[in-house]
């Protein structure tokens, strides 16, 4: 089981609806990122939170909006999506190392399989 | 553009022989390296990490070498098991000051493990 629990596991929405998607963390990790998967390719990295501040946007779609309630949620609000946005969403987290560099690995949950129909 | 790319696509070995799986990575500056472990339907798994004032780093029945002069990293599993089949994947980190790391993943290398 991963630490970092994320819901659903399966989404099918319309291009029309409104969703979100949900990732939760209690290992005191002040860093989280979402990521997107396509079959049979490498995670390529949307969005990264630290102490709860947008820090990092990958040029990624306005219909794709991130919120981060606390340090232990992060949200992906999504909207009027498109089909090649079908993939496996993922979140990771990780803990500062207290230098201001990133050198703690990222832990990750299993994902949101997303259908666009 | 920088990219952090794979020798091998996919590797079958016999149950219980070694594996070696390669990575090239192009960023000098890249000071954090990961090996990540993806089965089916999951999402990857932090298998061993190592930094860059590091060039070896084992942990159980894992070891992974890093050697800067030509970019290069690898994982090495020691007596494969079938339960090691899966999609293993390297990562550096690009790390922008307090602001999270940014990974960068390489493309991938599925393992078959033959019983």
């Known amino acids: 089981d991963t630490e970092v629990t994320q819901t659903p596991k399966h989404l099918v929405m319309g291009m029309t609806n409104k969703k979100s998607l949900k990732c939760e963390q209690h290992m005191g990790h002040r860093a989280m990122y979402w990521y997107k998967q396509k079959a049979k390719k490498p995670p390529e990295l949307m969005f990264v939170y630290s102490y709860e501040k947008l820090s990092i946007n990958e040029s990624v779609p306005s219909r794709f909006s991130p919120e981060c309630p606390n340090s232990s949620l992060l949200n992906l609000h999504l909207h009027a999506l498109q089909p090649e946005d079908s993939a496996l969403y993922l979140c990771?987290?990780?803990?500062?190392?207290?230098?201001?560099?990133?050198?703690?690995?990222?832990?990750f949950g299993d994902g949101t399989r997303l259908s666009i129909l | 553009g920088e990219s952090v790319g794979l020798h091998l696509p996919t590797l079958s070995v016999q149950e219980g022989d070694n594996s070696i799986i390669n990575c090239a990575y192009s960023?000098?500056?890249?000071?954090?390296f990961i090996w990540y472990k993806q089965e089916s339907g999951k999402g990857p798994q932090f298998i061993i990490d190592?930094?860059?004032?590091?060039d070896k780093r084992q942990g159980q029945r894992v070891t992974v070498l890093l050697n800067k002069t030509v970019k290069h990293l690898s994982l090495q599993i020691a007596a494969t098991q079938p339960g090691d089949s899966a999609v293993y994947f390297c990562a550096e980190t690009q790390s922008i000051y307090n602001q999270g790391g940014k990974l960068i993943f390489g493309q991938g290398t599925e393992l078959s493990v033959k019983p």
């Open positions: 990771a987290s990780s803990q500062e190392s207290g230098t201001g560099h990133s050198d703690q690995p990222q832990h």
């Open positions: 960023n000098s500056a890249s000071d954090y």
């Open positions: 190592i930094r860059s004032n590091m």
